[in-house]
Structures are given as structure tokens and as C-alpha cells.
């Protein structure tokens, strides 16, 4: 096992190392040091399941509100992820709806036409990368489609995001990783412009004509409003699903016992994404203010201090869930934290489930025994876990 994290409470969370293979790094966490301190930052981190979802239950004391020189390239706080109720609250009113089951239901056979449409391309070939044949395409072109975002631009949109999650792809220092984060979110914000001028003029049935033409507390949304709702859209939208695909299908590539069971019985599909969301958890990390001074396992949390909760160690915890270590699709109580929990939850998570479970039905329906191509290995991003190279191998008929 690492060393991860040191005797002095120290760890290095944003490491490839630690991206590829993160559980036992967590179990030492929640076991000798539940509130340790980034080796980086020196910011703690909260890791137990426990202590997770009470600080995501209680934004009064770790807030969403951070400045904004602690976001990713934005002018203004990103709507609604970085406020606290009541505001929060009454955007997430607006929004909600847009995201419904009942919604997701009605865009699902287009996701599914496109996901066969992606499998044949490459079915016969006997191999893909999975990341850029099927995990990118698949949920991006439904997020830009809900949107209301041309597809053909789909790379520009991709190298927007990535410009302001993965900077460090471009370059190991440190200013200019902040340099392009701040150049990137011009770049979004001067896109988003153009587009709310086009959807005031000519508004349609997506998501930017919604924004440009629903009432929000008896008026319509600003375009500051809108332009900071999308830049958290845009970024949520083209990874968080990206990176929980190609998570599960690395994991099935690396266990063919589950993999089997799972081509066996299709029914099992809905709850191996919630286990594979629980074991794998993309979105390890996300970030709080402390609004006040508090005491957890002996140690201060300062007032002003920025946190993480360590969302990836806490759905691992045997504290709240059986046999945490073990992977298993017959789960009956699985209240993970994939999609955090309070006022915050994930407005995606009912696009999320049924972009995931479709993926997963499509893809093993045509390809069902598969392996990662012999002397390669799967290339994992640290903070968001994508698997950024994920080459796979299969007998074609």
C-alpha cells in the first residue's frame, strides 16, 4: 500500500497514482486520520461517511460560497452550484423541472439510437478506445442536445471544458494552468453571449431558450444570471458521465466475473451503476468554505478555511456501508454519495442514471467479453477520475 497519506496526517489526493487505484488510500484515511490535510494546500480533508454527509447536510457551516479566485476561470460564482439556500434554493426551482425523470424518459430513445449507432462503428474492428468512441460521444452529444448546443461543435466544447478541469494536461505549472483557466472561461462566457442574443430572438424548446424565457421571482434571468448557470452546465454536463462510464467499463474490463453475470442477466444493470458509483465515485472531491470555527476528530477546521469532503473515501466507509470493500450488484441499501446529498444534490442525477444504465445495456449487448489490449494500461486523470485512455480488445464476429 502507498504511503498516502504520512505519518503527520499529510495527503496527496491529485496523483495518477492515487486516481488508478484510490480505496486503500481511503481506508487509511477514514482509519488513522479522518481529518487530514491536503499535502498541497494544506486545506483538511474530511473523509468518513459520517462526517461527509453531515458538512453536505449543513451548508450554514461548510458553505458553497467560496471566492472566486477558488473557482475554475469564472467572474462570478457559478449559479446555483456556488450558493447557499434560500438563493440555491430558488434557482434550483427554476431548474429542477428541466432535469425530471419524467424528461429523461422522453429523451432516453434518442441516447439509445445513438449508442448503437456508436458500438457499430466499431464492433467489428475488435477494438476501440472506449473513452473517445463511446464515453465522450454518447452522454456529450445528449447534454449538447438538451441544451440546445450545435453537435458539430462538440470539440470546441470539449476543449473548453477541459481547459478549465484539466489544465494541468497542457502544462505542469502552476500559474499558467490558472493563466488558461481564466483565458478558457473568456472564451465561455463570450460563447454563451452570442448564443442568449440568438435564443431571445428566436427561442425554441431547450434548455438556453428555457433560461432565456422563464420567471424568476416575477422577472426574467439576467444575462449575467444565465451566462453563470450555463458555465456550470457546460462543465457538468461533458464530464461527470465520461468519466463514470469509462470507470465501470475499466472495472468490467478487469473483472470478467462481474462482467459476466452482468451480460447474463441485463436486470442487474440499474444497480450495478449505483454500485459502480458507490465503488468508483468520478467526482471524488468537492470543496466547502468553513463559515465558522468547528472541531472534528480533535482537530480545528478555521473559519475561512477551504475544505474537501472526500466523497470517494466516504462511499467506501464500513461504517455505513456491508463488505464497503466489496463490489456487489445485489446491494439492497446503497445511500451513496455520487451525487452529494442536501441542498446540493446533483441537479443531473436523473440524466446521469439513465445515460449510464443505456451505455451499459447498449454496449454489452453487442460487445460482451472484452479485455484491455495486452501491454497497454488505462491512463486515470486525478481530481475528476476519468479514464482519459482506456484501450479495449475483443474477438469480432
Known sequence: MSDNPSADGKVSLFTPEVAACPQGVYAKLRSQCPVAHDAWSGNPVISRYEDVLWALRHPEIFSSEMEVEMGLGTQRPMIPQQMDPPVQTAYRRILDPQFSRRRMQLIEPAVRAHA???????????????????????????????????TEELQLFLDLKDGIIRPQNRTDDLDEANRIRVDTGKQIYAYFEGLIDERRA??????????????????????????????????????????????????????????????????????????????????A???????????????????????????????????????????????????????????????????????????????????????????????????????????LVWDAN
Open 116 to 150: 448503437r449507432e456508436l458500438v457499430n462503428a466499431f464492433v467489428d474492428q475488435g477494438q476501440c478506445e472506449f473513452n473517445s468512441a463511446f464515453a465522450i460521444p454518447l452522454p456529450c452529444t445528449a447534454f449538447l442536445g438538451l441544451m440546445g448546443l450545435p
Open 202 to 283: 428566436a427561442p425554441g424548446d431547450d434548455l438556453m431558450s428555457h433560461l432565456v424565457t422563464v420567471e424568476f421571482e416575477g422577472r426574467k434571468l439576467t444575462d449575467h444570471e444565465i451566462l453563470d448557470i450555463s458555465f456550470l452546465l457546460l462543465l457538468g454536463g461533458l464530464d461527470t458521465v465520461t468519466a463514470s462510464l469509462g470507470c465501470s467499463v475499466a472495472f468490467f474490463a478487469n473483472h470478467p466475473d462481474h462482467r459476466q453475470r452482468l451480460v447474463a442477466d441485463p436486470s442487474l444493470i440499474p444497480s450495478a451503476v449505483e454500485e459502480l458509483l458507490r465503488w468508483e465515485t468520478p467526482v
Open 285 to 391: 472531491v468537492v470543496p466547502r468554505v468553513a463559515k465558522c470555527d468547528v472541531e472534528l476528530h480533535g482537530v480545528k477546521i478555521e473559519k475561512g478555511q477551504l475544505v474537501s469532503l472526500l466523497i470517494g473515501a466516504s462511499n467506501v466507509d464500513d461504517g455505513e456501508f456491508a463488505s464497503a470493500g466489496t463490489v456487489d450488484f445485489d446491494r439492497e441499501r446503497n445511500r451513496h454519495l455520487a451525487f452529494g446529498a442536501g441542498p446540493h444534490r446533483c441537479l443531473g442525477s436523473h440524466l446521469a442514471r439513465m445515460e449510464l444504465r443505456v451505455g451499459l445495456e447498449e454496449f454489452h449487448a453487442r460487445v460482451p467479453e472484452y479485455r484491455i489490449q495486452p501491454g497497454e494500461q488505462p491512463r486515470f486523470s486525478p481530481g475528476i477520475r476519468e479514464v482519459q485512455y482506456l484501450p
